[in-house]
């Protein structure tokens, strides 16, 4: 008698699992996206259509033209960079601008990964801002924040840096020695 019920209840079991999912917003992925973005700081990487091999990021955020001078632009390659104060900022946020590279205090050296970036291109439009960043590093993690002056980000968007390849000459032929 129990194998006539077999089917429908698991059918129902099944049913009542994908009702359950689908009623649940803290289950479903998409909502938990968005719930991560409030002031829409996004991040799109892509070789450069201008210079060879040229990887570029390409940051998008909120801001009106009032407010838009006084914010700060600052990125980071480095696991917690920002709260080590490892990371590099720019600002005013304009075309040419080079990143100051930030350390912590008594470390010198170079600065893989950000030593490197420039702004090279800032749209503002409609209450949205684009700024383009050219020279990442192929396969590095970018963590990028955006905040006025004088405060402190609290959103971090991340990208990795594309590898954008390059036609080059095969290497010279060796000579063999007989």
């Known amino acids: 008698m129990w194998r006539r019920y077999q089917i429908p209840l698991l059918a129902l079991l099944l049913l009542l699992i994908v009702v359950f999912v689908l009623v649940r917003p803290d289950l479903r992925p998409e909502e938990r996206v968005v719930a991560q973005s409030s002031t829409s700081l996004s991040c799109e ?15 998008t955020f909120n801001a009106d033209a009032a407010s838009f001078s006084q914010l700060v632009l600052e990125v980071t390659v480095y696991k917690n ?21 930030i350390r912590p205090a008594g470390e010198a050296g170079s600065a893989p990964g950000f030593d490197t970036l420039i702004v090279t291109a ?4 409609a209450g ?26 609290t959103e971090i968007t991340m990208c990795q840096a594309v590898e954008c390849p ?10 063999v020695i007989r």
Request: charged fraction near 20%; include cysteine.
């Open 166 to 175: 390059v036609d080059s000459e095969p290497p010279a032929q060796v000579p």
């Open 128 to 153: 949205l801002v684009t700024v383009r960043v050219e020279n990442l590093d192929a396969g590095l993690n970018y963590f990028w924040r955006v905040h006025p002056v004088g405060g402190s980000g």
């Open 45 to 59: 990487v892509f070789c450069s259509d201008t210079r060879v091999g040229a990887s570029v990021a390409e940051l």
């Open 81 to 101: 960079g920002f709260e080590i104060g490892r990371f590099a900022r720019a600002t005013p946020i304009r075309a040419g601008q080079k990143f100051e590279i």
């Open 122 to 125: 800032v749209r503002l439009q």
